[in-house]
């Protein structure tokens, strides 16, 4: 069966520090694509970077970059110089070829003043 | 642009009745929609899969007769709760797929809070 973990419920971070959080997931599949949402407050899900499996290259978009493990099956999202605006819950999201997501349990991220 | 919309963002209805919550992509024609419910505290549980001019594929343990969904067009899906009862309280959210997209993005709305009483 295919399965993403979260094994990190919250974490929590000092305002301009970095922060790892971690993922994992279970598949058979060679082509498939991975993603973290974030969920503030207000639950709108916001798309927080992609990465496509075939591509070695980690996937960055500012101050997001992912370390993504494709024979371990790890795909951890590094936050950097975190902002009070970080702070919400964060969700890994795998989703193959018959693209329907499959979500992990979320890591609530804290960001300390 | 890629803009999901719900009606209502909030709903409180009576222990019986139905309820009907709308999903919009308001500048993209999504050929397919997706409905999830997300529990307090919780990941975002996929109900159904809609297909414009279709019928919807539910996910195991998901009462398609209780949890109607329709998607009439390119544009709009809807999901009606039939005889809510309180158990049924939950936070909706419907996203829609960009077919157009080699990427195949899904695009998630606000959510709907829906409170059965």
């Known amino acids: 069966a295919q399965t993403v973990t979260q094994s990190q419920p919250e974490m929590s971070v000092q305002e301009a520090e970095t922060v790892t959080l971690s993922c994992t997931y279970d598949?058979?599949?060679?082509?498939?694509?991975l993603f973290w949402y974030k969920q503030p407050p207000s639950r709108q899900m916001i798309l927080v970077i992609r990465?496509?499996?075939?591509?070695?290259q980690n996937a960055t978009e500012n101050r997001f970059s992912v370390n993504f493990q494709k024979a371990a099956k790890s795909f951890s999202l590094k936050i950097s110089d975190s902002q009070l605006g970080d702070a919400a819950m964060y969700f890994c999201?795998?989703?193959?070829?018959?693209?329907?997501?499959?979500f992990g349990t979320g890591t609530r991220l804290k960001v300390l003043a | 642009g890629a803009v999901v919309s719900q009606h209502p963002s909030r709903v409180i209805c009576k222990s019986g009745t139905s309820v009907k919550i709308e999903c919009r992509s308001l500048?993209?024609?999504?050929?397919?929609m997706f409905w999830y419910r997300q529990f307090p505290k919780k990941s975002l549980m996929l109900m159904a899969t809609?297909?414009?001019?279709?019928?919807?594929?539910?996910e195991q343990g998901v009462e398609k007769d209780k949890f109607l969904i329709n998607h009439a067009s390119l544009t709009l899906s809807t999901l009606t709760v039939t005889s809510a009862h309180p158990e049924d309280s939950s936070f909706y959210i419907c996203?829609?797929?960009?077919?157009?997209?080699?990427?195949?993005?899904?695009?998630f709305g606000p959510g709907t809070r829906l409170t059965v009483t």
């Open positions: 996203s829609a797929r960009d077919g157009t997209k080699g990427l195949y993005e899904q695009y």
């Open positions: 598949t058979s599949e060679s082509d498939y694509y």
């Open positions: 990465q496509e499996a075939y591509k070695q």
């Open positions: 999201a795998y989703r193959p070829g018959t693209y329907k997501y499959i």
């Open positions: 500048d993209f024609q999504a050929t397919t």
């Open positions: 809609s297909n414009e001019g279709s019928k919807a594929t539910y």
